[in-house]
Every structure is written in C-alpha cells, then in structure tokens.
C-alpha cells in the first residue's frame, strides 16, 4: 500500500468497489423505506431528521472507505478482506435503521446503538488500512496517521454516546458535535505538509457517479411501487401509463442532467476543489434518495392506506427534486468557480415545472399528471444544456483548464 499513482491513465472502478457498492442498495433502500413510512403518517420531523441523519451516516461510510481505495487500493488479500468486513459493517448499520427512526419518533432519546455497531465493525478495517498505509507510505506516514487520530476519537465520541444517558436536545448537540469531527478530519489530513493521499480525479469523480446511480436506483423502486398501487387500484389504464412514464422521465431526466458535470477533468486541475465537490454531493443524494422515498409515500396514498393527502404526497417527491436541482447547481458553481447567467434561466425554468405540478394536482389532477409535469423539470435543464448550455460549459472549461 505505498500509493497509487493519481495520474494513472485509464484508471476506472474495479470489480470489488462495485461489488462494495452493492451494500449501499440496501442501506438507502431501508432509510428510504422508514422515511417513507414516517411521511405517510404525517410525521414530518422525525421523518426529515432521521432521513438526513442516515444517509449521512450511510454517504460518510461509503465516502471512507471510497476515497482511501482510490488513493492505495492494491487489490491483494488484505484489502479485499478488509473490504468485506467494511461490507459487512454497512450491512449492520442498515439494520439498525429501524430502530433509528422509530427512537426518533418516539422523541425520547436516539437508539443508534447498532447503526455505531456498525461502524465499529467499518472502522477495523478502516483503521487497520490506514495503519498499513502508514508503515508502506513513508513519505505519507503523518497523513495516514492524523486519518487514524480523527477517525479513532469520532468512533469512541460515537461509542460513549450509547451508554451515557443524556436529554435529546443535549444528545443531538453532541451528535452534532461529532458530525463535525468527522467532516474536518480529512481536510485536516489532506492538507498538511505532505500534501496528501493519492487519490485519483477520474477514478473519484465516476465512483461518485456510480452512487448517484444507486441511489436513482431508488426512484425506480419508488415508481415500481407507485405503479403496482395503481394497477391494484384502477389496473391498467391512462394514470398507469403516466406513473410509469412519468417516473422513468424523472429517474433518466435526473441521471442525464447530473452527468453533464465535467467532474473530472476540473479535479484533475485543481485537486483542492475535491472537498467542496466531494461534501456537496450529500444534498445531491439526500434529494435523490428522498425522491425515491417520496414515490413510496405517493404508492401509500394511491392505495388509500396513509393518512396525508395526494398534494403533500406529491411535496414529498417535488421539494426533493428542487433540493436537487439548488445542490447541483451550486456544486457545479464551485467545481468551476465561474457563474454563468444562463444557469439562472435553467434553475428558474426547472423550479417553474415543480410549481406547476403541485398547482396541477392542487387543482384537481393526478398524481400520474403530477409526476409528470415534476418530470419536466430536469429535461428543462437537459434541454438547456443540449442546444446553448454545452458551448457556455466548452468556454467555461477553456477558461478554467487554460
């Protein structure tokens, strides 16, 4: 483990990060699934705070263990077997979720005793691999070492947090305390006199492109089970053909405007811009994955089982696609660290079709016309971006690359 060379051509996922990234399925897809069942109760606070809370928790897991493996994933026994411990923590952590959300709801106290269990299991191997790291890389020894001061303090911070009993509002101060830990740890460790760990541009920004897909995952989920109340309600018929359409659109619509980011040749530029770019990405997949669970929400209320409406089921979907679109245009903002005016005609237009769709089903339409004029809102930007936007990103590029 002395490093991997970040210049290295053609470097791409391997076959172990994707088959790592296979246990993030079942992560969003349980948070998505409590969330849900939350929102669909009317239980708006405990739902968003305990959403964001766990995939935070998830997102920081993968961004972990990610990271460090495009700096020295050497592919020999040791990692590979310290990546399926690292799996199986996650595994663990998705199966204290539940207990997460219902603690929440109860607003007592906070259960996360198996979500830390979790990653006291993660963090063997994390920390086992950064040791390594440090005895294989001298010259980056002090780097790896300040990786396993912070993450070793957040991990016992996050431990005695179990078994001291403290009043919610004094527990969610001390989380909050040890959140911030763990995001100023890298930037720490990154930028000492070393200069950092090896991570790769282009490796980095396609295995962040890889999760964003995972997590669209979940709203083709979401639309599966939107669609599957529908049939059992109506069969087929014309609000089938929308709910499927217009779910897909959204899935697609959303993949296609995210991917007109030029992630990684900017990173490989200006490789200090990769915590803003990196960090920012959590509101990207806090708005896709609750997109997803939005659609669950929406699946609960065609079968006449929840106990809020087809408007507020249609918010739990919309504000999360407007989330996303405010996060990726801020994230491409600072990538670039130019502002194009043009993106203020985008933003505008895609938060105008989100409008439309609540005032649509306000006014008496369906959900299936709802999620599909929610739909329009990415391909306003795709559109965009397709026949203007692409010769503004072109000029932008040879500004900054210049």
């Known amino acids: 483990m002395t490093g991997r060379d970040p210049d290295e051509a053609h470097r791409a996922a391997t076959p172990l990060e994707l088959l790592f990234d296979l246990t993030f399925v079942v992560a969003f897809s ?51 077997i310290a990546t399926m411990v690292e799996m199986l923590g996650v595994l663990v952590l998705a199966l204290g979720l539940p207990q997460l959300f219902t603690s929440l709801d109860e607003g007592q106290h906070v259960d996360n005793a198996i979500v830390v269990a979790g990653y006291v299991v993660m963090r063997v191997a994390t920390l086992a691999l950064w040791l390594r790291a440090a005895a294989h890389d001298p010259a980056r020894r002090r780097t790896a070492l300040t990786y396993v001061a912070f993450v070793s303090v957040a991990q016992v911070g996050w431990v005695v947090l179990i078994f ?7 527990t969610m101060a001390f989380m909050l305390l040890l959140v911030l830990l763990e995001l100023v740890g890298p930037y720490v460790a990154e930028h000492g006199r070393e200069g950092g760990t090896p991570w790769h541009a282009h490796h980095i920004a396609e295995r962040y492109g890889l999760l964003v897909i995972i997590t669209l995952g979940e709203i083709v989920l979401g639309t599966i089970l939107a669609l ?17 359409f217009g779910g897909t659109a959204l899935a697609f619509g959303l993949w296609w405007v995210y991917f007109t980011m030029p992630s990684g040749k900017v990173l490989a530029r200006f490789r200090e811009r990769g915590f803003v770019w990196g960090y920012g990405h959590y509101f990207i997949f806090v708005a896709l994955a609750g997109t997803g669970a939005g659609l669950h929400v929406a699946a609960f209320v065609i079968e006449g089982v929840a106990h809020i409406g087809i408007v507020q089921a249609l918010l739990t979907v919309v504000i999360p696609v407007g989330l996303f679109m405010v996060a ?12 194009d005016p043009f993106h203020i005609w985008l933003f505008v237009g895609s938060m105008l079709a989100l409008v439309l769709a609540v005032a649509a089903v306000s006014a008496g339409a369906s959900f299936g016309v709802g999620i599909l004029l929610t739909a329009v809102s990415p391909f306003v930007v795709v559109v965009g971006y397709e026949t203007v936007g692409h010769r503004h990103q072109a000029a932008a590029l040879e500004r900054a690359l210049a």
């Open 164 to 170: 001291v009993d403290l009043p919610l509002p004094t």
């Open 228 to 244: 599957s109340a529908v049939i059992e309600k109506q069969g087929w018929s014309v609000e089938t053909v929308l709910v499927a």
């Open 30 to 80: 349980q948070a998505g699934a409590q969330t849900a069942h939350l929102l669909e109760l009317g239980h708006w606070g405990p739902a968003i705070g305990g959403f964001a809370f766990a995939v935070f928790a998830i997102w920081w897991a993968w961004i972990n263990y990610s990271w460090l493996a495009s700096a020295y994933d050497n592919d020999d026994i040791f990692f590979r």
């Open 328 to 339: 990726l245009f801020t994230v491409y903002s600072l990538l670039l660290q130019q502002f």
